[in-house]
């Protein structure tokens, strides 16, 4: 899953042209007469944001010919933030417009035209909302399936209502090929959705999972394992994540991205995680015999074969390198390995005694940091630092993979620290699953 300057133009141009494609049918054969640089721009800004935000859906839909190329980490920051974008062009559509003419104020008075005064305050209040609900969701104590319901519905919403406004407006869709275009696009877009929400999971009924134990770990944490049943299981490589449903049907809200912590050689599939939610809160209550359903799996936080292991990990985060270094360890992989663990406290060292076993089985090097160490301890204390990731650096850099995953801070200080340390951006590999 390496990460290159060639495919990121590659990506980054196929994305710029499918953003487009609305202006595109917009200004391809006759245009109208042109009004002037303001009013142009206004209604550019409006076909662009249509486009990016019909996008939106490509980039939250978990395919995985798309997530590999970046993984679903970066690929789904990305879609935040260009969900802003899209938002910011969608609201200056109008804006532009009516301080350029605001005889266009009109398009907003139900006196006017009730509905399409409706719609567009709708649109208006609509992208308010998925903004706020988004960047404060936790804030609002909106949880995140009720949350992703509300994106999804009004996100889609806003689609089909500017499609309308569109063929309604008709300024530039005035042939019939124009306003069939753009709802050619509406309907793909939305069976993105539909293919998503309904075609996987009905397809990924047919491969269920059995829960075969619930084992507590340390740092407050379970571990989910789990067994196909009448099928194979699926196919990952070491440091993948896959997405869970708990329950008799896939067809739930309630599905959670989580690493996979066990051996790509294993039969079986393990997931830990941490008491945090509403959902990781049931884990110690799931009963052995339920079933889950698992889609995957997904993500580039993958080692390199030659490629050893500089890992940085925090908390929780030890997930995906425990499905590395157990892997290793099942593969008898002579690499050598480097672990940068930091916790709270000794006792919160989630899988503290096996990683120890590990380091007797690997070439694996543990360094362990705490911010409230016991009495006594002799390793390292605090946070992991620039200063702290340079002692521990190898003398060949560049022929390690970095793999920073935990906490938001952790992360962020660990991969400034590793650029200003010369590391190419290309060997820095993150996953930030906070962001969802």
């Given amino acids: 899953m390496k990460y290159t300057y060639k495919r990121g133009f590659y990506w980054l141009s196929v994305y710029i042209i499918l953003a487009l494609v609305p202006l595109i049918i917009a200004i391809t054969g006759n245009i109208p007469e042109h ?20 996008l939106q859906f490509v980039f939250s839909g978990r395919f995985r010919k798309i997530a ?25 559509h109008p804006a532009v417009i009516i301080v350029t003419d605001p005889g266009f104020i009109s398009y907003f008075d139900p006196n006017v035209n009730a509905p399409r005064a409706v719609a567009l305050v709708f649109v208006t209040l609509a992208i308010i909302v998925i903004i706020a609900s988004s960047i404060w969701r936790l804030t609002f104590g ?22 309308t406004h569109s063929i309604q407006v008709s300024h530039y869709l005035d042939p019939f090929w124009k306003k069939a275009g753009i709802g050619v696009l509406f309907l793909i877009y939305g069976y993105l959705i539909l293919h998503t929400r309904i075609t996987r999971p009905w397809l990924n009924k047919k ?23 009448g099928h194979r299981r699926l196919d990952f490589f070491c440091g993948q994540f896959v997405w869970i449903t708990i329950g008799p049907t896939p ?17 079986t599939i393990s997931l830990t995680t941490k008491e945090m939610g509403d959902f990781t809160s049931t884990w110690k209550d799931v009963k052995p015999g339920t079933r889950a359903f698992l889609e995957g799996p997904f993500g580039s936080f993958v080692p390199e074969r030659g490629k ?11 997930t995906p390198a425990m499905g590395m270094l157990r892997t290793m360890r099942d593969n008898k992989d002579p690499r050598p390995a480097v672990l940068i663990y930091g916790n709270i406290t000794w006792e919160d060292v989630t ?23 016991p009495e006594g301890w002799k390793g390292e204390t605090g946070l992991v630092s620039k200063e702290l990731l340079q002692k521990y650096l190898p003398d060949n850099p560049e022929e390690f993979m970095y793999f920073i995953c935990g906490p938001e801070p952790l992360m962020d200080v660990s991969e400034i ?10 060997l820095i590999y993150t996953e930030r699953f906070e962001i969802i």
């Fill in 35 to 54: 009004r002037g640089f303001w009013m142009e721009f206004g209604v550019a800004l409006g076909f662009i944001g249509f486009g990016v935000l019909c």
């Fill in 68 to 92: 590999p190329t970046y993984g679903m980490d970066n690929i789904l920051q990305y879609h935040r933030e260009m969900g802003i974008v899209a938002f910011i062009f969608i609201l200056l």
């Fill in 142 to 163: 909106l949880d995140y399936e009720r949350w992703r319901l509300l994106h999804g519905f009004l996100s889609l919403a806003i689609i089909f209502i500017g499609v």
């Fill in 207 to 229: 491969k269920p999972y059995k829960i075969i134990s619930v084992n507590p770990e340390r740092g407050n944490c379970w571990t989910l394992t789990m067994k196909p049943e």
């Fill in 251 to 267: 067809f739930s809200l309630q599905q959670h991205p989580f690493s996979i912590a066990s051996s790509a050689r294993d039969k």
């Fill in 308 to 318: 050893n292991l500089f890992l940085i990990m925090g908390g929780i985060g030890i």
């Fill in 351 to 373: 899988f503290r005694e096996e990683l120890e076993e590990l380091t007797r089985q690997i070439n694996l090097k543990q360094v362990h940091i705490l911010e409230e160490p």
């Fill in 417 to 426: 620290a590793l650029k200003d340390l010369g590391i190419d951006w290309r």
